[in-house]
């Protein structure tokens, strides 16, 4: 049962972030969102690095809720003449809400990606802060 799942979508920084858990001695699970996207093919990329890492690789199916939640929801906007950024519903909704509910059904106690940010624990609470490198600060996206 791994301890820790991986949001990867094969690119540098989630591969990265999978490799420096695995060295570390976690039970690294990779997984890899299906967000019904044509053309992509992040899921060979993940599966490609998995396979290289010699650690387990999921495909999280994900394709409707996306599109009820994130993409409906920004096409509605758009057309009303606001301009939305569907990342911040995706990690609200998708990555932090569905997928994070879908990795500790697989066994997984924490989700890990490869975006730069601190987390920050006090007191039984824990946020994230901008990374200690500003010019490598992914804190915003997430």
Same mark, same amino acid.
């Given at each position: 049962? &791994? @301890? ?11 591969? =990265?972030?999978? /490799? #420096? #858990?695995?060295?570390? !001695?976690?039970? =690294?699970?990779? =997984? ?10 992040? /899921? ?12 387990? $690789?999921? =495909? ?6 996306? %599109? ?14 606001? /301009? &939305? ?22 066994? %997984?106690?924490?989700?890990? /990606?490869? $975006? ?7 007191? !039984? ?5 901008? !990374?200690?490198?500003?010019?490598? @600060? ?5």
């Amino acid at each position: 049962m &791994p @301890d820790v799942a991986v949001a990867l979508s094969g690119g540098v920084d989630s591969s =990265v972030a999978a /490799t #420096l #858990l695995a060295e570390a !001695g976690h039970d =690294v699970v990779g =997984v890899t969102m299906d967000l019904g996207l044509a053309g992509s093919d992040a /899921t060979d990329r993940a599966r490609d690095v998995c396979a290289h890492l010699g650690i387990p $690789h999921v =495909v999280i199916d994900l394709a409707a809720p996306f %599109a009820d939640r994130v993409v409906r929801p920004f096409a509605d906007a758009y057309a009303a003449g606001r /301009t &939305p950024n569907p990342c911040v519903s995706c990690n609200e909704r998708i990555k932090f809400g569905l997928l994070a509910e879908r990795v500790r059904q697989l066994g %997984a106690s924490a989700l890990a /990606t490869g $975006h730069y940010a601190r987390i920050v624990r006090e007191d !039984g609470h824990a946020w994230l802060e901008r !990374g200690a490198d500003s010019a490598k @600060d992914q804190s915003y996206f997430l």
